[in-house]
């Protein structure tokens, strides 16, 4: 496993284990920094905060993606920093088969996006995929 990935599965499993992670981080003096709370609180993201954080997630999504699995939840409220500064991929829904390592391309894309402007993207919105997007130009 990637040190950037969270074993999750089953999305009441996974939001209990990630709460449980975020409160023993919190408990030894460890305050982990979500993204979404950093937007909230701080608005557009410098930047080379920005290019970091994309980096960071593709870093960490292509291993993930090396093993056959996808995320499928990239979004501000799913990356977190670590005090050594090093980012985590919290909430997955690895276990949803329609998730494909595009979608979370395009995630990344919409992540950074988010972060240099402090506008969050409505989560609900469907986003064509690539392919759909490609056979348009064709």
Same mark, same amino acid.
């Given at each position: ?20 992670? =975020? /409160? +023993? !981080?919190? @408990?030894?003096?460890?305050? $982990?920094? #979500? ?9 557009? *993201? ?40 090093? =980012? /985590? +991929? !919290?909430? @997955?829904?690895?276990?949803? $088969?329609? #998730? ?9 894309? *919409? ?28």
């Amino acid at each position: 496993t990637h040190p950037s990935h969270r074993r999750t599965s089953g999305s009441a499993r996974a939001g209990a284990l990630e709460q449980s992670i =975020l /409160r +023993l !981080v919190s @408990s030894r003096g460890l305050v $982990p920094e #979500v993204i979404a709370d950093q937007l909230t609180a701080r608005g557009p *993201l410098p930047e080379a905060e920005c290019r970091g954080i994309g980096a960071q997630a593709a870093h960490a999504l292509s291993a993930m993606h090396a093993r056959g699995l996808a995320h499928g939840n990239i979004r501000p409220s799913s990356i977190v920093f670590t005090p050594d500064g090093s =980012l /985590r +991929l !919290v909430d @997955s829904n690895a276990a949803t $088969p329609a #998730v494909t390592p595009s979608d979370d391309i395009v995630s990344i894309a *919409l992540l950074v996006v988010e972060c240099a402007t402090g506008v969050r993207i409505d989560p609900s919105a469907r986003w064509p995929s690539p392919l759909q997007i490609g056979r348009a130009h064709v």
